[in-house]
T-cell receptor, first 115, second 112 residues
């Protein structure tokens, strides 16, 4: 079974440029998350999708970040314009419920460097 | 929100040694997960452990929810155990991992 696939693996851009990350969740997983992980920290939730609906985007900096999940499958996360402080690893996760519990599967992440 | 403290922040072991990692959390929880992030950044779920003890090979985890802590035991450590170990209770109750709150993790290095 294929895991959560993210691309690109690495991205280096100059500040004020736009950037986009792509995520393909595990087939059949309705719930999708985007997390941001700063160096030396644990991941922090940015947005959660249930199918194509963003059920919680309260921690997404909406002035420059946007996300979409077309047809409730693949998702993209965009930053425009990028700032130096956006340098981080952006992780996508999908999940399913088993026995009343939700199990998350993470992708390998996109490491963003803003110069 | 819930506060998560993990200790120790760093741990260096010789291959074959045992270790215990601790996670303290500020609120009562009814589920908690442990993750391992390998040196290449991949996060893998190790345990879903709201209470009690679970074992998976050389790893086991115990959560004492009433005292707000969880422990991860690694026995006979191997170099492949290296990486960062995170505990993550969710913000809400129930079986959902909605808004998992990750600690800062314990960086484990196992030397051959």
């Amino acid at each position: 079974e294929a895991g959560v696939v993210q691309s690109p693996r690495y991205k280096i851009i100059e500040k004020k440029q736009p950037v986009a990350f792509w995520c393909n969740p595990i087939s059949g997983h309705n719930t999708l998350y985007w997390y941001r992980q700063n160096l030396g920290q644990g991941p922090e939730l940015l947005i959660r999708y249930e199918n194509e609906e963003a059920v919680d985007d309260s921690q997404l900096p909406k002035d420059r970040f946007s996300a979409e999940r077309l047809k409730g499958v693949d998702s993209t996360l965009k930053i425009q314009p990028a700032e130096l402080g956006d340098s981080a690893v952006y992780l996508c996760a999908s999940s399913f419920f088993s026995g009343g519990n939700e199990k998350l599967f993470f992708g390998s992440g996109t490491q963003l460097s803003v110069l | 929100g819930i506060q998560v403290e993990q200790s120790p922040p760093d741990l260096i072991l010789q291959e074959g040694a045992n270790s215990t990692l601790r996670c303290n959390f500020s609120d009562s929880v009814n589920n908690l997960q442990w993750f391992h992030q390998n040196p290449w950044g991949q996060l893998i779920n190790l345990f879903y452990i709201p209470s009690g003890t679970k074992q998976n090979g050389r790893l086991s985890a115990t959560t004492v929810a009433t005292e707000r802590y969880s422990l991860l035991y690694i026995s006979s450590s191997q170099t492949t155990d290296s990486g960062v170990y995170f505990c993550a209770p969710p913000l809400n109750s129930g079986g959902s991992n909605y808004k998992l709150t990750f600690g800062k993790g314990t960086l484990l290095t196992v030397n051959p």
